[in-house]
């Protein structure tokens, strides 16, 4: 895909989003009382993966509430909330290599579909944009249509293993100890200057 037709897309998933969040529902900065929440989204949405045959991945646990916390003090995990402020995805982010890098995102299946998880990847976006970073990355399933194809229809594009940095390399070094691997994994990155 050409940058200007990735550009367009882009631009027409963040305006569908936006349409979708001009309700009642919302994003905003994760509460210290919402990890519990968290965790019950992830897990949620993880079932997703035994459609797949990916038993081992839909069984996986949640990240730790302690993890979630240090995202959450530190400023960077973000919820989208349905219209009585509950939590249905949630969103946190790391700095790697000196650029953002998405560690997790997860939409409660009952909202997926609804360009929820495209509305909270913008808002990461205009936030690594604020604070200088020239790209997002993330490391995904590559052949599950809901990982990298989806990531691709916003704006990433999927690294060569020449291309990794160190801290994406030590990342996907991680992932294949805790057996991720079994299923084709990549790094991608979002150019973030000049779109």
Do not use: C
Not at 55 to 62: C, G, K, L, S, T
Not at 82 to 107: F, K, T
């Amino acid at each position: 895909m050409n940058d200007a037709r990735a550009a367009g897309t882009v631009r027409v998933a963040a305006a569908r989003s936006r349409r979708r969040a001009e309700g009642k529902s919302m994003i905003r900065a994760a509460r210290a009382d919402e990890m519990g929440r968290l965790q019950q989204i992830e897990v949620e949405a993880g079932r997703s993966f035994a459609a797949v045959g990916m038993d081992a991945v839909a069984r996986d646990e949640p990240l730790p509430a302690a993890e979630l916390l240090d995202y959450q003090r530190d400023g960077r995990a973000w919820v989208y909330t349905d219209e009585g402020d509950r939590p249905v995805a949630y969103l946190i982010a790391a700095w790697v290599d000196g650029v953002v890098h998405l560690e997790q995102v997860s939409v409660d299946p009952a909202f997926a579909g609804r360009g929820v998880g495209a509305g909270l990847i913008e808002h990461l976006v205009g936030w690594a944009r604020e604070r200088g970073s020239e790209a997002l990355t993330l490391t995904t399933f590559a052949e599950v249509v809901w990982n990298a194809p989806y990531y691709e229809r916003l704006g990433f594009r999927r690294l060569t293993e020449g291309e990794l940095t160190p801290g994406l390399r030590e990342i996907r070094a991680e992932e294949a100890a805790h057996g991720l691997d079994r299923w084709p994994r990549l790094a991608m990155r979002r150019e973030l200057r000049g779109s």
